[in-house]
């Protein structure tokens, strides 16, 4: 059973730095892609971070040079580092698994920034 558990949300300043983690577990972990999508108030879903199995990168242009996803096999972890946070950052933040054709989610993380 595929679970994905975020922590590290929280209540920002705008300009600050928040770093999420995400716990991954009931799959090979090292074999498959992962990443960071949020949900913002009354909008869809989007997915603005992925690594890829050996740590390749890819952003959304709207966090790109912002936040940094990055993993640790060895842990079943996939961390974000977010850096320069704005106010329209504020959503609901997902860890996110693509495994055998099918999309996971996990739970959610609030991320509050404010002005």
């Known amino acids: 059973q595929v679970q994905l558990v975020e922590s590290g949300g929280g209540l920002v300043q705008s300009g600050g730095s928040l770093k999420l983690s995400c716990a991954a577990s009931g799959f090979i972990f090292s074999t498959y892609g992962m990443g960071w999508g949020r949900q913002a108030p009354g909008k869809e879903r989007e997915l603005d971070a992925t690594?890829?199995?050996?740590?390749?990168?890819d952003y959304a242009d709207v966090v790109k040079g912002r936040f940094t996803i990055s993993r640790d096999n060895a842990k079943n972890m996939v961390y974000l580092q977010m850096n320069g946070l704005k106010p329209e950052d504020t959503a609901v933040y997902y860890c996110?698994?693509?495994?055998?054709?099918?999309?996971?989610w996990g739970q959610g993380t609030q991320v509050t920034v404010s002005s």
């Open positions: 996110y698994a693509w495994i055998n054709k099918s999309d996971y």
């Open positions: 690594i890829t199995t050996d740590g390749k990168t």
